[in-house]
């Protein structure tokens, strides 16, 4: 009978979970390092059900939680293993020598067990990979040396949760920090990509065309907000340094570096308040800006191809202006430049 109070009830909840997550993250991890070695594809979905049914079924007979076996399944494999009538097979040989040989394995020491593990799992081991993972991304390579030292010296799930834990810090350190880019035009065509990827992408004088390579959310608007007003900043004191056109125009541009793909696919409440804001504070610079000058320049924030559930929630919130929307980042240019005249 289950009793479902006690002391000890909190303690065996949080216990199972954790255990749980720990158990599907190994048995997947382990599925999907033999199913690149064999070119085959492994379902999560599947793996979660196939370990949850397992479970459910032994915990009728007090069995240890059930998942996948890195060191037997590396047992396994080096011994010839194809498909999965090899664990029946397994499964009975074990059944058999539990009952009747265990006595002959009684004086066997424990590191000639270690050693037919270690030598199966030895061959796993992918220096090449590992030396590609710090070429191409160091956080990465930190997951898999926090993987592979976790589970050596502590243990398997231990390990696979300090992978687990990095890897979701890099995650929200992509969200909460996304790339944002100044772009300029590509001369003698209507191309614009980044000024720091292309030298010989030139700025547009009274522009200043900015890409967010992200989409906006609560984790990162306060982010992007600052980031775009130093931008902005920055842009200012420039002109003023070199004596160019006033900054008269500020360009969004919410595509994958000006082709047909969308980099902000999603805005939330947050980032349509962030727009908002953003727009209050390039009003007040212009205000600003006509108490210092007799030929203040109105500053105009526009946005280039949000896709469409973006674009209906700007609308909705009522940020967009007249002319404040194009298709294209030259189709902007184009058309703000035609209704003024940059002035020095």
Not at 36 to 52: F, H, P, T
Not at 178 to 207: C, D, H, M, W
Not at 310 to 332: C, D, P, Q, W, Y
Request: glycine content about 6%; proline content about 3%.
């Amino acid at each position: 009978m289950l009793y479902f109070n006690g002391q000890y009830l909190a303690l065996a909840i949080k216990t199972g979970i954790v255990t749980g997550i720990l158990s599907l993250t190994e048995g997947i991890a382990v599925g999907r390092t033999f199913a690149s070695l064999k070119n085959y594809q492994v379902d999560g979905n599947k793996e979660m059900m196939a370990i949850g049914l397992m479970n459910m079924a032994s915990s009728c007979t007090s069995c240890y939680v059930t998942t996948g076996s890195f060191s037997r399944s590396a047992v396994n494999y080096n011994a010839g293993a194809q498909t999965a009538v090899s664990n029946i097979v397994l499964a009975g040989t074990v059944l058999v020598t539990l009952l009747f040989l265990m006595p002959l394995f009684y004086y066997t020491p424990n590191v000639i067990l270690a050693a037919i593990i270690i030598t199966a799992v030895i061959g796993l081991i992918d220096y090449k990979a590992a030396y590609k993972l710090w070429k191409v991304d160091k956080l990465d390579f930190l997951a898999c040396i926090c993987s592979f030292f976790g589970v050596l010296f502590i243990s398997v799930p231990l390990g696979l949760g300090i992978a687990v834990g990095v890897s979701v810090f890099k995650i929200l350190l992509h969200v909460t920090r996304p790339n944002t880019l100044v772009l300029g035009n590509i001369p003698a065509t209507q191309i614009y990509q980044s000024l720091n990827r292309y030298k010989e992408a030139s700025r547009v004088p009274s522009f200043l065309i900015l890409a967010i390579e992200s989409p906006i959310y609560f984790a990162n608007s306060t982010y992007l907000q600052e980031r775009l007003l130093r931008w902005v900043r920055e842009e200012e004191e420039r002109i003023k340094a070199n004596h160019e056109s006033t900054l008269k125009c500020i360009i969004i541009d919410m595509t994958c570096n000006g082709t047909i793909l969308a980099a902000v696919t999603a805005i939330d409440t947050s980032g349509i308040d962030m727009v908002c804001e953003l727009k209050k504070m390039l009003d007040k610079r212009s205000l600003v800006l006509l108490r210092l000058t007799l030929n203040p320049p109105s500053m105009k924030l526009v946005f280039v191809n949000p896709v469409g559930s973006v674009m209906e929630k700007m609308h909705r919130s009522n940020i967009l202006g007249t002319n404040s929307l194009f298709l294209t980042v030259g189709e902007a240019v184009a058309d703000i430049s035609a209704s003024w005249k940059p002035q020095p």
